[in-house]
């Protein structure tokens, strides 16, 4: 099983972020994500820091270390804002991103608070679920066709969009789901699903997942599942209860979330954990 970190953007402070990041750029952490908000008030916070941004300067201060989004909100950036944004970052780290993408916040949920302020309705769920697929689909159009790309979802729109620089190559595309009508739905068009690791429901939408790429003619192992669950150093021990308890639901990455202040010392001490 892979395990990976994410960086807390909320209160962000440069400076550990980056030392916490040339830390574990040659350790057996996989991947360093960051979350997808515009404003720290979603979780109490004064700020935070802009998914992309981050991403592009933790790049030029790793060589080796995957980088990624967990999730990027389909709903906040026009899908041709948001393919130059990933394609930025794929071009800057060398080909180390991973793409996650989500529905976005529904209009009751704390995290709503950004689409509020951006001035963007947020439609009901189904919906929602339309546009992440459409994005996913124009994105690919995006970096694939030669020339200008006209592709017109509901929601994703790009119209003539030719010299935008290629995410090359493409990165994997993964999924932020917590339902299994988006699990059935998303997970043959993508190369991996997260889902929350203490979601009473979570072997539930894995299996859909993989039920559904297999339904789709993939083979159900070319589809990462992934779960996510709050730092814990223990956690890299592969004996622990609950690393088998993820394993016997086909658990591949454990996605282990810091929060502000970023715990340095434990994270080191849990680098050292893995060799």
């Keep these: 099983m892979k395990i990976d970190l994410l960086l807390s953007p909320f209160d962000a402070d440069w400076g550990r972020l980056r030392d916490v990041a040339t830390l574990l750029d040659g350790s057996r952490f996989d991947t360093l994500w960051t979350f997808d908000h515009l404003s720290g008030e979603v979780v109490g916070r004064h700020w935070a820091y802009e998914c992309f941004t981050t991403l592009g300067a933790l790049a030029t201060a790793t060589e080796h270390i995957g980088l990624g989004a967990l999730v990027a909100n389909v709903a906040t950036r026009n899908v041709g804002v948001l393919a130059a944004a990933a394609a930025t970052v794929q071009d800057i780290s060398v080909g180390r991103l991973r793409l996650g993408l989500g529905a ?20 009901p769920l189904a919906a929602r679920h339309d546009r992440l697929v459409e994005t996913c689909e124009a994105l690919k159009l995006l970096w694939t066709s030669s020339g200008a790309v006209d592709h017109a979802g509901d929601h994703a729109v790009l119209d003539g969009a030719a010299g935008w620089l290629r995410a090359d190559p493409m ?67 592969a004996d622990h209860p609950e690393r088998k308890r993820l394993a016997r639901a086909g658990v591949r990455r454990l996605v282990l979330l810091t929060a502000p202040p970023l715990p340095a010392r434990d994270i080191e001490a849990a680098a050292r954990r893995l060799g």
Excluded: K, Y
């Design 171 to 237: 990165p994997p595309f993964v999924v932020g789901v917590s339902s299994v009508t988006l699990a059935r739905r998303a997970a043959p068009l993508v190369d991996g699903i997260n889902v929350a690791g203490d979601d009473p429901r979570m072997v539930e939408i894995l299996t859909a997942a993989s039920e559904a790429v297999a339904a789709a003619g993939r083979d159900p192992q070319s589809l990462e599942l992934s779960v996510f669950l709050p730092f814990d150093a223990d956690l890299c021990d």
């Design 104 to 123: 976005g916040a529904g209009p009751t949920s704390r995290f709503a608070v950004e689409q509020h302020a951006l001035g963007i309705d947020i439609p």
